[in-house]
C-alpha cells in the first residue's frame, strides 16, 4: 500500500521540497492543539512554520502513530523549511541496545542526564518491566549523590 501525499507548500513544487505523507500530516495535526492552540481543518492541512518551531524529539516520539520513519519524516521536513528538531538519541536501536550503550557510557564517564532520561522515557513508552542491573547499579549512584556527571562540552 502506498502513502498519499500531501503538498508542502503552493509555492514550491513536492518535487523540489519533498511532501509529508498522510500519517505524517496526520502526527503533525494530532499535536497542533497542544503545541499551537489551533485545530487544523479536515482534508489537506501545511502545518506552519509556528507548529515545527515548537516540536520537539519528545514530542513526536510520545505521539501516536508516529514511529522511528515519521520522525525522521517530519524531522526532515522541517529542516528542508529551516526548523532544526533534534533527533532522539536512541533512534533505532533496541531497547537492549540502549542500556548497553549508557552502560558502556557510564563506564567510561560520559553519560549524560538527558541520555538517562530518554533511555528511562523509551522504556515507559514500551511498557518495560526489566532494567539491567548495571544499569540499576548506576541509577542508585546517581540518585544517592555519589555520581559526579561529566562536564558539559
Not at 502513502?3 to 519533498?18: K, R
Not at 525522521?72 to 522541517?78: D, K, L, Q, T, V
Not at 529551516?82 to 549508557?102: A, D
Request: charged share 20%; with cysteine.
Amino acid at each position: 500500500m502506498q502513502d498519499e501525499t500531501v503538498p508542502c507548500s503552493e509555492n514550491v513544487s513536492a518535487s523540489s521540497s519533498g511532501a509529508l505523507s498522510v500519517r505524517a500530516v496526520n502526527v503533525l495535526k494530532e499535536l497542533a492543539p497542544e503545541l499551537i492552540g489551533e485545530s487544523p481543518p479536515k482534508g489537506p492541512w501545511v502545518p506552519p512554520e509556528e507548529l515545527l518551531r515548537k516540536l520537539t524529539a519528545q514530542h513526536l516520539a510520545t505521539a501516536r502513530n508516529c514511529g522511528p520513519q515519521t520522525a525522521r519524516e517530519i524531522i526532515g521536513w522541517a529542516r528542508a523549511r529551516g526548523v532544526s528538531i533534534r533527533s532522539p538519541l536512541f533512534i533505532g536501536k533496541s531497547l537492549s541496545e540502549v542500556w548497553h550503550s549508557l552502560a558502556a557510557r557510564a563506564s567510561a564517564g560520559k553519560l549524560t542526564r538527558a541520555e538517562i532520561t530518554e533511555a528511562l522515557e523509551k522504556s515507559i513508552r514500551r511498557k518495560s518491566a526489566r532494567i539491567p542491573v548495571a544499569f540499576q547499579i548506576i541509577l542508585l549512584e546517581i540518585l544517592s549523590s555519589t555520581y559526579d556527571p561529566p562536564p558539559l562540552p
